[in-house]
């Protein structure tokens, strides 16, 4: 248990919709970063944030949007979902703005669209 | 465009196999190579590589990077069903901030 928590675990939805994905970082964890994981991209960095502010930006669609709280929980929006956007979806935590030595992974949301 | 290669896709061998996992890279500005291993769900962290010929070792598994050749290595001895996974190799290079490029990963099966 890596000390990250991710909900839902699962996720089924249509197209079309918006989804929001949670993430509760590490205690004491500033960063969080969002994955996308499908079979065939692999995994893909999203987004980082940093204590609240977005830090680093990756392969992330104009339909996502991400935000970082003051409690350091993380929300990744996803919106008008098409069927490519079914995956895997991780986040992982850090101490530092950026990685000294290892990221900490939740379990993951696996997200299905229909 | 940053690119990490992962060889080979996939690989089944039986328990007490030796297997070596390869991941080549080009990237602008490299700074560090990460080894992580996925089993069913989250990617757990195994070694981070910043310096050319300096072996990372952890119980039978051990790691090597080469700056020169721009590639690492994964050795896992006497392999043992625990060890089926897939395995990730990640590269970073720092430009401003950290964005971190991923390979697809290798796929390990161990037979008893």
């Known amino acids: 248990d890596s000390g990250v928590t991710q909900t839902p675990k699962h996720l089924i939805t249509a197209t079309g919709q918006r989804v929001t994905l949670r993430c509760s970082p590490r205690s004491g964890d500033l960063s969080v970063y969002w994955y996308q994981q499908s079979l065939d991209q692999g995994l893909q960095f999203l987004i980082q944030?940093?204590?609240?502010?977005?830090?680093a930006k990756g392969n992330i669609l104009e339909r996502f949007s991400a935000q970082q709280f003051p409690d350091l929980h993380s929300e990744l929006n996803l919106s008008s979902l098409e069927l490519g956007d079914s995956a895997l979806y991780f986040c992982?935590?850090?101490?530092?703005?950026?990685?000294?030595?290892?990221?900490?992974f939740g379990p993951g949301t696996r997200l299905t669209v229909l | 465009e940053d690119k990490v290669v992962q060889s080979p896709l996939s690989l089944v061998v039986h328990e007490g196999d030796t297997v070596t996992l390869n991941c080549s890279y080009e990237?602008?500005?490299?700074?560090?190579l990460l080894w992580y291993k996925q089993e069913k769900k989250a990617p757990t962290f195994l070694f981070m590589l910043?310096?050319?010929?300096i072996e990372k070792k952890s119980g039978r598994l051990s790691s090597i990077l080469d700056k020169k050749e721009l590639f690492s290595i994964l050795n896992i001895t006497a392999t043992q069903t625990g060890d089926s996974a897939v395995y990730l190799c990640?590269?970073?290079?720092?430009?401003?901030?950290?964005?971190?490029?991923f390979g697809r990963g290798t796929s390990l099966i161990v037979h008893p």
């Open positions: 992982a935590s850090s101490p530092w703005d950026r990685v000294r030595n290892e990221q900490f």
């Open positions: 944030y940093y204590n609240g502010e977005e830090r």
């Open positions: 990237v602008t500005n490299f700074r560090s």
């Open positions: 990640a590269v970073e290079a720092p430009g401003g901030s950290y964005i971190p490029t």
């Open positions: 910043t310096s050319s010929g």
